[in-house]
Each structure stands twice: as structure tokens, then as C-alpha cells.
């Protein structure tokens, strides 16, 4: 049987309605869209300092640590769908470990 087992199989896991676009590792650095009120901007870590317009600005790990940044995933792309944004510009996480299972469901949201 090739079907699909669990959800974290299907081609799109977990898509917000938000339009998503990944990053390179630094961050978002789209310096238009950065100056963009209707773009989401989501971290792996919490950016010190924080941009001019923190209210756009969404992070999945306060430290950088990748278990938590992968706990928060889901719960923090619900949240930016709720506040309405045109699009997501979301930053990986480090490539390795369970920073590759972050950026295997942020590519399954982006597509």
C-alpha cells in the first residue's frame, strides 16, 4: 500500500491560507517586501534588534533552539493566518538535525 500513513506525508502537511516564500538563511532581506505592511515576517530566532515594525515580525524559537522552533511551527503559521497578512516571508531553520524537518514543512507550505 502507498498511501499516505499520517499527515506529515502528504505533499502539503500543513499550508496557511497566507501565501508562504522561503528565504535565504539570514532572513528575509527583500528590502521591499521588508518595508511592506501586509508581509509577515518569520524568523527561526527572534531577531535582536527586532525591525522598526515588530508587529509584523513572527518567530519560531526565542534562542534559537531547534526543538522549540519545531514545537512552535504550526501554532505561530496559524497565528500569522489570523492576522491577515497578504504573504509570509519565512527564514529556514539550520539544515540539519530537526532544523531539516522545519524546512521540509515550510517547503511543503510554500508550494
Given at each position: 500500500?502507498t498511501?499516505?500513513?499520517?499527515p506529515?506525508?502528504?505533499?502539503?502537511?500543513?499550508?496557511?491560507?497566507?501565501?508562504?516564500?522561503?528565504?535565504?538563511?539570514?532572513?528575509?532581506?527583500?528590502?521591499?517586501?521588508?518595508?511592506?505592511?501586509?508581509?509577515?515576517?518569520?524568523?527561526?530566532?527572534?531577531?535582536d534588534?527586532?525591525?522598526?515594525?515588530?508587529?509584523?515580525?513572527?518567530?519560531?524559537?526565542?534562542n534559537?533552539?531547534?526543538?522549540?522552533a519545531?514545537?512552535?511551527?504550526?501554532?505561530?503559521?496559524?497565528?500569522?493566518?489570523?492576522?491577515?497578512?497578504?504573504?509570509?516571508?519565512?527564514?529556514?531553520?539550520?539544515?540539519?538535525?530537526?532544523?531539516?524537518?522545519?524546512?521540509?514543512r515550510?517547503?511543503?507550505a510554500?508550494?
Amino acid at each position: 500500500d502507498t498511501g499516505i500513513q499520517a499527515p506529515g506525508q502528504a505533499i502539503r502537511h500543513y499550508s496557511p491560507r497566507t501565501p508562504l516564500s522561503l528565504t535565504g538563511p539570514a532572513g528575509p532581506d527583500d528590502s521591499a517586501a521588508i518595508n511592506t505592511p501586509d508581509t509577515a515576517l518569520l524568523y527561526f530566532r527572534k531577531p535582536d534588534p527586532l525591525p522598526a515594525d515588530a508587529s509584523r515580525v513572527f518567530w519560531l524559537s526565542d534562542n534559537g533552539s531547534p526543538r522549540e522552533a519545531a514545537a512552535n511551527l504550526f501554532a505561530v503559521l496559524h497565528r500569522i493566518d489570523r492576522r491577515g497578512f497578504a504573504r509570509i516571508l519565512a527564514q529556514p531553520a539550520p539544515d540539519e538535525g530537526v532544523g531539516r524537518a522545519i524546512n521540509d514543512r515550510l517547503r511543503r507550505a510554500a508550494r
